[in-house]
């Protein structure tokens, strides 16, 4: 039987011969991206490969996850749903507003959502936050992973229209995507700067680590608003 232990408000990690990260089915029987099903004292979790993952690989190093059960998310860059489909998990009660540009990865989103009553895609350019503001309500989370070079802006912005005054924004930074000749820590540090000092609203940065070795220059930030 495998062992189970809570790591966060909706997140555990199982144990059988080795550690697992996982969340909670809210589709039982059903995996989103060939990941392990495992039912321990009466309840399915899906295994989370942080290697797929952003979020997960910051789990792994041991941020504090803002997200509860009831929470709402703004989730910029769903992509296919894989990371979107564990936050579903995470937020039973609550709702995630998954926003991706790609017409052909939101076939796979739309097929996810039809499955999870609390998922709702969006196809918009996480770019321009006013297109979707008919369909988003204040959140509690910003999530953002795009590979775009102004991903800082990006997320400042949607935050300025979307984020509750008390929320955090989570955002996963991909330094290639800024500047593939640059040296990805001085992108890390330059980008971490405009959160704090660039835009309207400023940010305080409540860690930022390098998401080593589950992802290669990227880095994960956790912030919230500055009072």
Same mark, same amino acid.
């Given at each position: 039987?495998?062992?189970?232990?809570?790591?966060?408000?909706?997140?555990?990690?199982?144990?059988?011969?080795?550690?697992?990260?996982?969340?909670?089915?809210?589709?039982?029987?059903?995996?989103?991206?060939?990941?392990?099903?495992?039912?321990?004292?009466?309840?399915?979790?899906?295994?989370?490969?942080?290697?797929?993952?952003?979020?997960? /690989?910051?789990? %792994? @190093?041991?941020?504090?996850?803002? =997200?509860?059960?009831?929470?709402?998310?703004?989730?910029?860059? *769903? &992509?296919?749903?894989?990371?979107?489909?564990?936050?579903?998990?995470?937020?039973?009660?609550?709702?995630?507003?998954?926003?991706?540009?790609?017409?052909?990865?939101?076939?796979?989103?739309?097929?996810?959502?039809?499955?999870?009553?609390?998922?709702?895609?969006?196809?918009?350019?996480?770019?321009?936050?006013?297109?979707?503001?008919?369909?988003?309500?204040?959140?509690?989370?910003?999530?953002?992973?795009?590979?775009?070079?102004?991903?800082?802006?990006?997320?400042?912005?949607?935050? /300025?229209?979307? %984020? @509750?005054?008390?929320?955090?924004? =989570?955002?996963?930074?991909?330094?290639?995507?800024?500047?593939? *000749? &640059?040296?990805?820590?001085?992108?890390?540090?330059?980008?971490?700067?405009?959160?704090?000092?660039?835009?309207?609203?400023?940010?305080?940065?409540?860690?930022?680590?390098?998401?080593?070795?589950?992802?290669?220059?990227?880095?994960?930030?956790?912030?919230?608003?500055?009072?």
């Amino acid at each position: 039987m495998p062992e189970i232990s809570t790591l966060s408000e909706g997140i555990f990690e199982i144990t059988r011969g080795k550690k697992q990260l996982a969340t909670r089915n809210l589709d039982p029987g059903t995996t989103v991206y060939g990941e392990k099903l495992f039912s321990v004292e009466g309840s399915e979790y899906r295994t989370w490969d942080p290697r797929r993952s952003k979020l997960g /690989a910051m789990v %792994l @190093k041991k941020f504090k996850i803002p =997200l509860k059960r009831d929470s709402k998310v703004l989730y910029l860059g *769903a &992509a296919s749903g894989t990371t979107v489909s564990h936050v579903s998990d995470i937020v039973s009660d609550g709702a995630v507003y998954a926003v991706e540009f790609s017409p052909r990865t939101m076939r796979d989103l739309i097929g996810l959502a039809a499955r999870r009553r609390n998922v709702y895609p969006i196809l918009a350019d996480a770019g321009k936050p006013g297109t979707y503001a008919h369909l988003v309500e204040p959140v509690d989370v910003v999530f953002q992973d795009v590979a775009q070079p102004n991903q800082a802006e990006i997320a400042a912005r949607n935050a /300025a229209r979307y %984020l @509750k005054s008390d929320g955090h924004l =989570l955002l996963a930074i991909k330094a290639r995507s800024i500047d593939t *000749a &640059a040296n990805p820590k001085q992108v890390f540090r330059d980008e971490v700067k405009k959160l704090e000092q660039a835009f309207e609203p400023k940010f305080e940065i409540l860690n930022a680590r390098d998401l080593k070795p589950y992802h290669e220059d990227h880095l994960g930030v956790l912030a919230k608003l500055k009072e």
